[in-house]
């Protein structure tokens, strides 16, 4: 069993920075690849960003490669989320999630934290 509680979120303006962080619960934190996430009201969940269990492999959105971060430290038992240059179309609840490989897919991730809200002003 893993739970994730994300923060870091809040309401910046266009092209400002913001690091997300999830810290999990458990002691298997370290075996699973981390995914971030994200939501937009009426929007379906789409992927953002997914890192392998030691670190050593990552895989970004189209739209968010170049921009966006993942990173992760199993002796923290976190993972977080380096938003740099935030467009008003970032605007969304990100999610973290515990899943087994590197998947895009949400239904391939296990575990979810509960969100945190990222909202950019133009």
């Known amino acids: 069993q893993v739970q994730l509680v994300e923060s870091g979120g809040g309401l910046v303006q266009a092209g400002d920075s913001l690091r997300l962080s999830c810290a999990a619960s458990g002691r298997t934190f370290s075996s699973y690849a981390m995914g971030w996430f994200r939501q937009a009201p009426g929007k379906e969940r789409e992927f953002v960003a997914v890192?392998?269990?030691?670190?050593?492999?990552?895989h970004y959105a189209d739209s968010v490669k170049g921009r966006f971060a993942i990173s992760r430290d199993n002796a923290k038992n976190t993972v977080y989320l380096q938003m740099n240059s935030l467009k008003p179309g970032d605007t969304a609840v990100y999610y973290c999630?515990?899943?087994?490989?590197?998947?895009?897919?949400?239904?391939?991730?296990?575990?979810w934290g509960q969100g945190t809200q990222v909202t950019v002003s133009s």
């Open positions: 890192i392998t269990w030691n670190g050593g492999n990552t």
């Open positions: 999630a515990a899943g087994s490989g590197i998947y895009t897919d949400p239904t391939r991730y296990v575990y």
